[in-house]
């Protein structure tokens, strides 16, 4: 960083010696590096906790999405036509919760749980096959209660008792106590299944109820309720200095996913100015410098062999154990948080990045021609899909209202019979053709046609696995090969 190069030699030495001594107090740069990167999950937390508890009427409830997105929908980027969701925000501060799970057999669903930091700590649904029934979540000070998921019928009656287990399919203790969950359902194409859905919707309930005592009367009044005042009262209006002030709010009471890291956590926001419930900028502190550095050190980390996995063809993703609960590795939080929030973790879905081209466009007299070697191996109930964005990351408009295709799709094989309702080519390739929304192919090809912008432009495409199965991971099923060809017409 510049600032560095003007201090003397002597310094830049003592710098260097001291960067990597664990108990002495970080410089100023790089614990200000640590605390953004660190904390910049916080603002994606405030700013989608906002809109959610103004549209569900405040934490601990239920907001419902009713329909799927179309090229209209422009709230977020990259939306998906796959899943209907919900949303809530979470407060555990002063109450227990109960979340009621509905029955669902027919689909995949699942309802993942969120620490504030985005860290996808539990999931409960189809992939975890978890009972509908009552779960208790909980936030304990208690250090020897490990956060997860401890089901009633698989533990001591005695430790039932303790956990007050009566009439419960489980309990969840949560990493921290302010978080969310962002519950979906698969959608499958039939023409009354928003009906069903919305009927699951209404089925699933989340309320609040009291902390069994003893249990942390301590913390019950010291951590402050989340409220809106705390999200977003007197924030800056730089994203900087606002994953700072955001920080010093909510980290004091929201301990690290990974325990044993919260006194190197604490020692950084303290050297960067978060002290005491507030930040305060710091002399020859320059957040615009530290703030570019953690973008230039997220690049960097998320092409790192370390972080992430070949799925073949150029296709690559997040190692499960750095995918949707992030441990001690902030830089590959503050990637997704920046790029994606809410991941769910492998155990659900698989996110493949295509590298072989860094932006991806097409004119008009261009495609993408996938070719996928198989059917992708998925497990019971689970789906795969690929979407078509513009330019500004929204779906594209079409004739045809076709925004992603894939195991819902009527996709056909080149002989023209169905991939998916037909078991007599398991093993054969199809393709999709991703062509230009006023570049119309050839009739064959029209069911396997995701439309791109008209005349061509900037896009990406969105590639989704949701319960694959290990074949897709572990090197035995290749991701789809992508080609660039010329524009397919008659
Ligand atoms: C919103 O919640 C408040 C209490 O928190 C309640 O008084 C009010 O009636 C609720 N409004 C709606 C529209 O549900
Ligand atoms: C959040 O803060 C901004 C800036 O002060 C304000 O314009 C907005 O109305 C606030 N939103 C809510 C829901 O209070
Ligand atoms: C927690 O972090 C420590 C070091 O900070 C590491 O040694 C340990 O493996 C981590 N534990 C888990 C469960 O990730
Ligand atoms: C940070 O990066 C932006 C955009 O890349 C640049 O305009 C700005 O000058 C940089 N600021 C500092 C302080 O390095
Ligand atoms: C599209 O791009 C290709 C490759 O650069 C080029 O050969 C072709 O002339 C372009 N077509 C149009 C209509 O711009
Ligand atoms: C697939 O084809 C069937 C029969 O023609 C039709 O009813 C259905 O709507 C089609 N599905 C999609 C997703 O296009
Ligand atoms: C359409 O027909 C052509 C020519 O026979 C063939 O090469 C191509 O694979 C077919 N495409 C699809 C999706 O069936």
Same mark, same amino acid.
């Given at each position: ?95 227990? *919760?109960?979340?009621? &799970?509905?029955? =669902? ?6 309802? #993942?749980? +969120?620490? $504030?930091? @985005? ?48 009439? *419960?399919?489980?309990? &969840?203790?949560? =990493? ?6 962002? #519950?979906? +359902?698969? $959608?499958? @194409? ?301």
């Amino acid at each position: 960083m510049a600032k560095l190069n003007m201090l003397p030699v002597s310094v830049l030495a003592f710098t260097a010696l001291s960067f990597g001594a664990p108990t002495q107090a970080p410089d100023l740069d790089s614990a200000t590096e640590f605390a953004l990167t660190y904390g910049f999950p916080l603002y994606p937390y405030a700013s989608s906790s906002v809109e959610v508890m103004q549209v569900a009427n405040g934490t601990n409830k239920f907001y419902h999405e009713r329909a799927l997105a179309t090229p209209d929908f422009n709230q977020v980027v990259s939306p998906n036509v796959d899943t209907l969701y919900s949303a809530a925000v979470l407060d555990l501060s002063h109450n227990d *919760l109960i979340l009621e &799970i509905p029955e =669902v057999d027919d689909r995949y669903y699942v309802f #993942p749980l +969120y620490d $504030v930091y @985005g860290n996808n700590y539990v999931n409960l649904g189809s992939t975890s096959k978890s009972k509908a029934g009552k779960y208790r979540i909980r936030y304990t000070s208690d250090k020897s209660q490990q956060p997860g998921l401890q089901l009633c019928s698989h533990i001591t009656r005695k430790r039932a008792t303790e956990l007050n287990c009566d009439g *419960l399919e489980g309990i &969840i203790t949560a =990493v921290t106590p302010y978080g969310s969950s962002q #519950p979906r +359902y698969a $959608v499958t @194409g039939a023409s009354d299944d928003l009906d069903k859905i919305h009927a699951f919707q209404d089925q699933s309930k989340i309320y609040t109820v009291a902390k069994p005592q003893p249990d942390n009367a301590a913390n019950k009044n010291e951590i402050p309720k989340l409220t809106m005042a705390l999200l977003n009262s007197t924030l800056s209006s730089d994203m900087a200095v606002k994953v700072m002030q955001l920080t010093a709010r909510i980290a004091p009471y929201n301990p690290a996913r990974n325990g044993s890291d919260q006194a190197r956590v604490d020692r950084n926001l303290k050297a960067a100015g978060i002290d005491n419930g507030k930040y305060k900028h710091q002399p020859g502190q320059d957040l615009q410098c530290s703030f570019n550095a953690t973008k230039v050190k997220m690049v960097a980390v998320s092409k790192s062999k370390k972080n992430s996995m070949d799925l073949g063809h150029e296709w690559s993703t997040l190692r499960s154990s750095v995918q949707g609960d992030f441990g001690t590795n902030y830089l590959v939080r503050q990637t997704v948080a920046t790029a994606g929030y809410l991941q769910l973790t492998q155990s659900e879905a698989l996110y493949p990045t295509y590298t072989g081209e860094s932006s991806m466009r097409l004119n008009e007299s261009q495609a993408y021609l996938f070719t996928f070697e198989s059917k992708p191996p998925l497990k019971e109930l689970g789906f795969w899909s690929l979407t078509a964005y513009n330019a500004e990351h929204f779906l594209i408009e079409n004739d045809l209202n076709v925004y992603s295709l894939g195991d819902r799709s009527n996709l056909t094989y080149s002989d023209g019979t169905l991939v998916y309702g037909n078991d007599e080519h398991e093993d054969v390739p199809f393709q999709i053709l991703v062509q230009p929304a006023n570049v119309q192919p050839p009739k064959n090809w029209t069911s396997n046609w995701l439309p791109a912008a008209a005349n061509g432009g900037d896009m990406s495409l969105l590639l989704r696995f949701y319960a694959q199965e290990d074949e897709l991971t572990n090197g035995k099923y290749k991701a789809p090969l992508l080609q660039k060809v010329d524009a397919i017409v008659e």
